[in-house]
């Protein structure tokens, strides 16, 4: 995951500073042909690139909105892929349009065309590595983690269809993406045992070899068996 920050501290979200205790993960899609993170997310930091129309969410009501998510998945300037935390996670976003704001993560993908499978693919990897690590964050499961669309099911969110109508296109479905999540959770970690050190040990300088002979004979049965001799 290529996680960065830039908070939208401009955004009537953000300043009306409410906290939540984080229950649940909600993960949308933009709905809009624009893959590029500067779309919402500015102003420019330098590798974000500039939005010409400065129609970004860091104002207080974005397009006369009150819209605000905690994180966006998009493209920097360059094309590569980032996440951008936009809130802190524990503030309450204006994200679900319904009850999950109060205890859900919420987060949007920015949508492109819909049908370039390795962007689509690159997004939807990262989006399980962000999912997976707010799971560590807050104690959550791969279970407390709901699309836009699932959260209408539930009630607790507008009706929307996201992300499905994208994850559909590609073979994916929350379903897959909760999998996924799991599967990250539950990988073994790499071992911390720090590596063995060894110790050379060179005993004396003798001109006598029999003498030489003796006090390696010594050395070894101490258990010393990488000692030598050097002879001068």
């Known amino acids: 995951m290529n ?3 830039l908070i939208l501290t401009e955004n009537e979200c953000y300043k009306a500073g409410k906290r939540i205790k984080p229950k649940g993960i909600m ?9 590029y993170l500067r ?31 905690h994180a966006f998945i998009g493209k920097l300037k360059n094309g590569t892929i980032a996440t ?3 809130l802190p996670w524990d503030h309450r976003g204006w994200h679900a349009g319904g009850d999950a704001n109060n205890s859900h993560i919420g987060f949007e993908i920015c949508e ?17 590595e962000l999912c997976a690590h707010l799971c560590k964050l807050y104690d959550l499961t791969e279970k407390d983690i709901l699309g836009h669309y699932e959260g209408y099911q539930k009630k607790i969110a507008s009706n929307h269809g996201d ?5 559909s296109r590609h073979g994916k479905s929350m ?11 539950t990988a073994p970690t790499p071992s911390t045992t ?39």
């Open 84 to 86: 951008y935390q936009t």
């Open 175 to 185: 379903d897959t993406l909760r999998a996924d999540v799991k599967k990250l959770l």
């Open 194 to 232: 720090p590596p063995q050190k060894l110790y050379r040990v060179q005993v004396g300088a003798y001109s006598v070899k029999s003498n030489a002979d003796a006090m390696l004979a010594k050395v070894k049965a101490a258990g010393f068996t990488d000692a030598f001799i050097k002879a001068e």
């Open 112 to 128: 492109d065309n819909l049908s370039d499978a390795s962007y689509f693919n690159t997004v939807y990897k990262e989006a399980t």
């Open 39 to 69: 779309r919402y997310v500015g102003p420019d930091d330098g590798i974000l690139g500039e939005n010409q129309y400065n129609n970004h969410w860091n104002q207080h009501r974005p397009s006369g909105r009150q819209v605000c998510v």
């Open 3 to 5: 996680l960065k920050k």
């Open 27 to 35: 993960v949308h899609s933009t709905g809009a042909n624009n893959p």
């Open 163 to 167: 992300p499905r109508h994208w994850f």
